[in-house]
C-alpha cells in the first residue's frame, strides 16, 4: 500500500514539473497530456493514503473537490469553456470547505463568536479579495455574477481553512491555510492576466501556487486524521 501510495505522489511531482516546463516554454498544445494527470495523480495519493477513513464524510468531501479541480483543469485547457471550468473549481471549493470543517475537533459545535475580532483577523484575505476584484472588475463584461460568486466562495475557502487554527494539529493547520492561500494567489494572478494584464510569467505562476496549494491541501487533511490514528 506504502508503495502505490509513493507511486502517485511522484507521478504527481513529475506531472506538476512537466507541466510547468510547458508552461514556461509556451507548449499548450502538449499540456493535454500532462495538465489532467496532476490531479488524477494527487487523488490516487490521497485514496491510498486514507484508507483508514474509508466512507467518512471528510474522505468523500476531499475526493470530491480533487475530482471538481480536475473537471476545471480539463475545462479550463479549451477558452470557450471558462465558466464551466469556473463552475467546477467552485463547485471544488465548496467541498474543500466541507471537507476543512469536517477535519478539526468538534466540527458542528457552536459557540461565542466575537465578530469584529473575526472580521480582524481574516481581513487581509478579503483585502486582498478586494484589490484583485477592483483590478479585474473593468473587464468582466457580462461574466461579472458568476466570477463575484467564485470570488466569495473562494473567500470562504480560505477562511475556513484559517479557522481552522487550535481545532487540529499545527501541522494539518499550517499546511491546510498555506494551501488555501496558495489557491487563492494562484486565481488571483489568472484573473489579473485575463481580465486585467496580461503577462508572460503568469502561468508559470499560476500552475506554480496551484501545485503547491492542492499538495498542501491533501498533505494537511493528511496530517489531521493520521494524528488522530496514531
Known sequence: MKNKKMLWLYLFLF???????????GENSTRIFTKP????ALWGFFIFSSTTIKGTILRKSMSA???FCWMGDV????????LYGLGAFLM???CYIIGFKMAQTNPFAIGKVDFVRLLLINLPIYIAASF???????GLGSIKVPVVIYLIVIVLMVTTARERYGKTNAVSFWQVFIGGAFFMVSDGVLAINRFYQSFPESGVIVMGTYIIAQFLIVKGILAHFQNDTN
Open 15 to 25: 506531472a506538476g514539473i512537466i507541466d510547468i516546463v510547458f508552461t514556461a516554454n
Open 37 to 40: 494527470l496532476i490531479l488524477i
Open 65 to 67: 473537490a480533487l475530482i
Open 75 to 82: 475545462l479550463l485547457m479549451f477558452p470557450d469553456m471558462f
Open 92 to 94: 471544488a471549493h465548496i
Open 132 to 138: 484583485v476584484y477592483f483590478l479585474i472588475n473593468p
